[in-house]
């Protein structure tokens, strides 16, 4: 856990030093919903914290974080789920593009994501290999659709461990400033 929040902050150290230079940033929502045959009939949870951030690195490299609090709408009591973050670094395929700006087309990269489950009392860890198309409609406004495939690292309170796979659709409606 600490290790996580040690390379968290380096990262966003990171990119606050970036920004120094001044690139674009996207500020965007990332509305999430997940569901789940493992839960109950009718359960399901949603991202109430669907915060992304995404800045260019250096050409064609961007970084992108998002918030992860999930919220589980359970028959037998609601509760905040999960609460975590996600760090990708899409690659994209836009050669024309020689400097620092806003990205666009199609691009590939990794990802990771932490969260803990407060619920159901377990550490996750995914790391996945993220395809899609960012599109960008008037050099303010970009929606960015990916599917996401990987590995997902259970550790649970009481010690057991799982390991899944780990597959998502992210869509990120997101402004720039």
Known sequence: MKKMILISLLLIFCVV???????????????AATFNKQYPAGAFDINIC??????????????RFLGLVYYGFRNYGSAIINIGGEIALPYHFDFDNKQKSI?????????????????YLHRNTAIFIEPGYHFLFNEKFSLIIDFQYGRKFFKYDDGAKLTQNHYGVKLVLGWWI
């Open 17 to 31: 030093v970036k920004a120094q230079q001044r690139p674009p940033i996207m500020i965007g929502v990332s509305p």
């Open 103 to 119: 990205s666009k087309g199609l691009f590939i990269g990794p990802g990771v994501a932490y969260t803990r489950n407060v619920h």
């Open 50 to 63: 669907p915060v992304a951030i995404q800045v260019p690195i250096i050409n064609n490299l961007d970084i």
